[in-house]
Nanobody
């Protein structure tokens, strides 16, 4: 079983930055960040593969960067130029059971962290 623990969330004004971290109990070849705003479905934000590929939702391209530190078993999400619409609970996910192109389908990920709240005020 893979355990994931997110941290780094908080409250920030629009235009600000935050870096989320996800400590992983083991190594995985694919990992991702999702978010879920109140009353909305969980949506994919960014995905990372061990082959060096990264994928981003259109809404965050150019503002968010996903990265992984193998030595620390930690996944990161650097979030810049934050907007109020980025407000959500952010989750990291591991153990992908889908096909390429399904990175942002939350049903294709088996393990989840408990989430960290990000609130962006205008």
């Amino acid at each position: 079983q893979v355990q994931l623990v997110e941290s780094g969330g908080g409250s920030v004004q629009a235009g600000g930055s935050l870096r989320l971290s996800c400590a992983v109990s083991g190594y995985d070849y694919y990992m991702a960040w999702f978010r879920q705003a109140s009353g909305k479905e969980r949506e994919g934000v960014a995905a990372w593969t061990s082959g060096g590929n990264t994928y981003y939702a259109d809404s965050v391209k150019g503002r968010f960067t996903i990265s992984q530190d193998n030595a620390k078993n930690t996944l990161y999400l650097q979030m810049n130029s934050l907007k109020p619409e980025d407000t959500a609970m952010y989750y990291c996910a591991a153990y992908f059971v889908g096909f390429s192109g399904e990175w942002f389908n939350h049903r294709r990920w088996k393990y989840w962290g408990q989430g960290t709240q990000v609130t962006v005020s205008s």
